[in-house]
């Protein structure tokens, strides 16, 4: 028996294989075309991109292993979230995929909140234009004759999993970060659907992430030399999918993400909103169970922005960091390239160096970001513990996790040892394969969504506390000081 986990991404798909007791099988990736930014601000797919893509990965396990992919049982699903893709009544696309890193509806947000005063009670999170009501009410008001042709709203794994089984379903964690999701109660909220124009008729209906979907059209099974009745599992998000993948899903597990974009995850027994701090509470990808995450837009994309303009690559500027690396330096960084979900809840935020003089080069420079990264994780922990939340495990998952200096300053910020996994895929792929084998064999997820060994743990440094702590402090006084004086 096998089990396999697909995790549609913008940049592309990944499949992933793995056997009844969660070891890796084999994968098999293909790249999709990358979004497009039609203005500033903007950024779009064209959902068929999505499918191409997960056609191939699929293929491409076919061909290297047909054997294991034969004895498939199931199939979970993980997904860039937030997504507007936008079908008419014969369930085709009526314009590209509004996506998650969108900031064109801040608008329309303030607008939803002027009119519906109890929204942040009930979605427990703030109206953000990366959410996906927001772009529903962006194509009201700018395109009402696409407007007018919609009939159902999905989020990009579920329209693959429309062209999967035919089935129009999302999960609860997927859903939860729409903003019509009563997210306490995980059921759609008439109230909130009213204030973008929609019904439930325009939704899919919900499952939980273990819970069985559908099942896998027999030309799709044939395809891929399966049987004919594979389960497809609710899946999840991409960053509750993760969560499964390493394990996270008990009260006060957590991972930190050093991506492209950062996320500070950290699971719940109950719904614990912050809207204050611009906290993200969804419901995680098993039942009764939540979570919250602090998120912030640029990670390791702001090392990747520093690497263009120096023309060094991100390797050699971490390098470089960690030669020289002493302590906090004079430059502080800004990390706000793509505007700031936690804890400002600004899209029109910008980026800056601050502290800069004649010595400061890009070693220096690599180290401002690498600091100033961390110093935003630091600013999602604050608003997390606002909550009630207290993190009792973290650990490390990214692409900036193979930085011991960036570690040493995330574990140093945020006062916590971190876990480091020993090497493997611990994604949204195995995470949705992990929920497959939920949904095909009604396993119980604590037993099937463990921990990974652990390679190392990052300690605090003590002697480096106290300068730190001054440093977040200059940090958290030049946000208000440069809005103002931008503005």
Not at 115 to 120: D, F, I, Q
Not at 153 to 170: F, S
Not at 268 to 291: L, S
Not at 319 to 335: D, K, W
């Amino acid at each position: 028996m096998s089990y396999l986990g697909i995790d549609i991404g913008t940049s592309g798909v990944k499949a992933l294989l793995i056997d009844e007791h969660g070891r890796a099988l084999g994968d098999a990736s293909a790249a999709a075309v990358e979004p497009v930014r039609p203005h500033p601000g903007w950024s779009e797919q064209n959902p068929a991109d999505w499918w191409t893509a997960t056609l191939a990965a699929v293929d491409k396990l076919s061909q290297s292993h047909p054997s294991e992919l034969a004895a498939v049982r199931g199939i979970g699903l993980s997904g860039h979230m937030h997504g507007a893709t936008l079908l008419d009544k014969n369930d085709q696309v009526l314009r590209p995929c509004i996506l998650w890193n969108d900031g064109r509806s801040a608008a329309e947000c303030t607008e939803m909140e002027a009119a519906l005063p109890s929204l942040r009670q009930i979605a427990g999170n703030i109206a953000m234009p990366g959410f996906t009501a927001p772009k529903i009410a962006w194509v009201r008001k700018h395109e009402p004759e696409i407007y007018a042709k919609i009939a159902k709203v999905l989020l990009p794994k579920a329209y693959i999993r429309l062209l999967l089984t035919g089935e129009h379903v999302e999960d609860m964690s997927d859903a939860a970060g729409t903003l019509w999701l009563d997210v306490g109660r995980r059921d759609w909220s008439d109230e909130l659907l009213a204030v973008t124009g929609l019904n439930r008729s325009h939704m899919p209906s919900l499952v939980e992430g273990s819970a069985p979907s559908g099942m896998l059209k027999r030309e799709f099974a044939q395809r891929w030399g399966m049987e004919p009745s594979v389960v497809v599992a609710g899946g999840a998000g991409d960053n509750a999918a993760s969560a499964c993948g390493i394990g996270a899903i008990r009260p006060g597990e957590g991972f930190v993400s050093l991506g492209t974009s950062g996320v500070l995850f950290v699971s719940n027994d109950r719904f614990r909103p912050n809207t204050e701090g611009a906290v993200h509470a969804f419901c995680h990808a098993v039942p009764d169970t939540w979570h919250q995450m602090g998120v912030i837009l640029s990670a390791t994309d702001s090392l990747n922005w520093l690497s263009r303009i120096t023309g060094q690559n991100q390797a050699a500027l971490s390098g470089a960091a960690e030669a020289q690396f002493t302590g906090p330096g004079e430059e502080i960084f800004l990390p706000y390239l793509s505007g700031e979900r936690t804890p400002h809840n600004n899209a029109a935020a910008r980026g800056s160096f601050t502290g800069l003089s004649h010595l400061s080069d890009p070693a220096k420079l690599a180290q401002a970001v690498m600091e100033g990264v961390s110093f935003a994780f630091r600013d999602c922990q604050r608003v997390l513990t606002d909550a009630g939340t207290k993190i009792d495990r973290l650990l490390a998952v990214g692409g900036g996790s193979k930085s011991p200096l960036w570690l040493k300053m995330l574990a140093t910020n945020l006062d916590m040892e971190i876990a480091l996994p020993e090497d493997g895929d611990f994604g949204g792929a195995l995470g949705a394969a992990r929920l497959g084998l939920c949904a095909a064999e009604g396993a119980d997820p604590a037993t099937v969504m463990t921990m990974p060994p652990i390679k190392s743990v990052i300690m605090p440094d003590a002697k480096l506390s106290a300068a730190y702590a001054d440093q977040y402090a200059r940090y958290r006084a030049l946000y208000p000081a440069i809005e103002e004086a931008m503005s």
